[in-house]
């Protein structure tokens, strides 16, 4: 049976690698170009990229008193690979160099690395903070290239360059009835390297990538950041995070293994037992993968084995995987419901009808007169318009219909300036800050909300998507009017 920080490692190795290698898998391909994208700590002096020099994880424990907490560090260190020819005067760089049937790449790869530490919450709770050095020593290596007569041809020099970074640990005591405690813990790399121009790939070797720690507990538990009971969401909410996520790892209902990840994951995060092994694209389809790696051709394949040795393990992975497991990748059903102890799972019982809501018409005074319920799929009662669309309620009318916002009236061909933010917004509503839009129809959703269908004013696509009814939405308060009414001629026109 898995124990807790077994499940952890599994999904650790996922973080790790994710994105390492992408499809095809080889060097040349553009998108393993630009390459460790996630949880990358860079040399403080190396400022030309986002990148950052560290992260801070804190999190909360409860009834930790006397317990010991164990850390591990774990991180990918970037391992040059370059093939030189050889030459009359010497060896010279190039990027590939076919010899005995083989190719040989000039390509980085990378070697995992982990740091263990053991700290006392008494410890930390009475002495302060603790610092944890982290230094990896460099090394160098080369690997000639024979040629078909023992000649050589050439060699493959490799090695990491030094590394030095830190652990700071430290605890305090949230004040309140409860006993938590908030555990902190910063990476930092500490490398005093001066980049001096130097690019992102010179930087990486210097860097920490992918970084992310596993914390376990003796004794005590880890609180859930993301969903923390009531009495310990305010702590819950004033810890700080900063390029880093933590969560619980292992089975749900076990709270004594937190993973704090560069990518944000959800708590108790588990590998589908489907997958078949690492293919670096955690969030694609493994059947996808599978299918498009068998399509690679006889070039591509020689090129992706020669790119890293990982890649050739996938190659050899979906040529070997049986059809029973290549079967297994197309999907699979789970139940809410786990079967008990006997192997069995009891046969689940019939849904109960709901309560149907206005305009319903799964029930119709022909059906109850009948004493049969019709079915929203019977073509004989079921109405053109399904009971949730607006047309099927007289008294609704998105065309028509108006909100009054600040006073004014809003309604479809009202201008109004988009000011998202004032609720939770993404990324992409960021973005549409201070744009001009016009309303195209006022929507009433089935909790009495109101929201504004929108296309926006300077957008050469609007009429594309305002006759296929493809609409930014937005809420009343995400909106600030500059007209009021509605246009009397059709918007668009």
Request: glycine fraction near 8%; hydrophobic fraction near 40%.
């Amino acid at each position: 049976m898995d124990t807790p920080m077994d499940i952890a490692r599994r999904v650790a190795d996922t973080v790790l690698y994710e994105g390492y290698l992408l499809y095809p898998y080889r060097a040349s391909a553009a998108k393993n170009r630009v390459r460790w994208q996630f949880g990358v700590l860079v040399p403080p002096a190396f400022t030309a990229t986002a990148e950052h020099p560290a992260n801070l994880t804190e999190c909360l424990l409860e009834e930790a008193a006397g317990a010991d907490v164990r850390l591990l560090l774990r991180f990918l260190h970037v391992r040059t690979r370059v093939v030189e020819r050889a030459e009359d005067d010497g060896y010279w760089p190039v990027r590939e160099l076919h010899a005995a049937g083989r190719t040989h790449l000039t390509f980085d790869e990378a070697t995992e690395r982990e740091v263990e530490a053991v700290v006392s919450i008494t410890g930390l709770l009475d002495g302060g903070e603790r610092v944890i050095e982290v230094l990896v020593p460099g090394d160098h290596a080369i690997e000639p290239i024979p040629g078909p007569s023992g000649e050589v041809l050439g060699r493959v020099v490799t090695g990491h360059l030094p590394l030095e970074a830190a652990l700071r640990v430290s605890a305090e005591r949230v004040p309140g009835p409860y006993g938590l405690v908030r555990l902190r813990i910063r990476v930092e790399n500490t490398d005093p390297w001066e980049p001096r121009g130097a690019p992102r790939e010179e930087a990486l070797r210097r860097s920490l990538v992918a970084a992310h720690l596993l914390v376990s507990v003796s004794a005590g538990a880890f609180v859930s950041l993301l969903d923390p009971p009531e009495w310990a969401r305010p702590a819950a909410e004033t810890c700080r995070n900063e390029h880093t996520w933590p969560v619980l790892v292992g089975e749900p209902g076990h709270r004594d293994v937190m993973l704090s990840s560069p990518i944000i994951l959800y708590d108790h995060p588990d590998i589908a037992p489907e997958s078949p092994g690492a293919l670096f694209d955690a969030t694609e389809i493994d059947e996808l993968l599978h299918l498009r790696t068998l399509t690679l051709t006889e070039e591509e394949t020689r090129e992706a084995r020669a790119t890293d040795s990982r890649a050739a393990g996938i190659i050899d992975m979906v040529g070997e995987l049986p059809p029973e497991m290549v079967e297994r990748l197309h999907g699979v059903i789970r139940y809410l419901n786990a079967p008990g102890r006997s192997g069995a799972a009891p046969a689940p019982e019939p849904p109960a009808e709901p309560e149907p809501l206005p305009g319903d018409p799964r029930r119709t005074p022909s059906s109850r007169a009948s004493g049969r319920e019709s079915s929203p799929w019977d073509p004989e009662q079921t109405p053109v318009t399904p009971w949730w669309d607006p047309g099927s309620d007289p008294t609704v009318s998105p065309g028509t219909d108006s909100v009054t916002i600040r006073g004014m009236t809003v309604a479809r061909g009202s201008r109004v300036r988009l000011v998202p933010g004032r609720r939770r917004a993404d990324a992409h509503d960021m973005f549409l800050a201070g744009r001009t839009a016009r309303v195209e129809a006022v929507l009433l959703d089935l909790d009495g909300a109101r929201h504004l269908a929108v296309t926006l004013e300077e957008d050469p696509g609007a009429d594309l998507y305002r006759s296929h009814g493809r609409f930014l939405y937005f809420a009343p308060d995400e909106v600030e009017p500059l007209d009021a009414g509605w246009a009397d001629e059709e918007v668009g026109a």
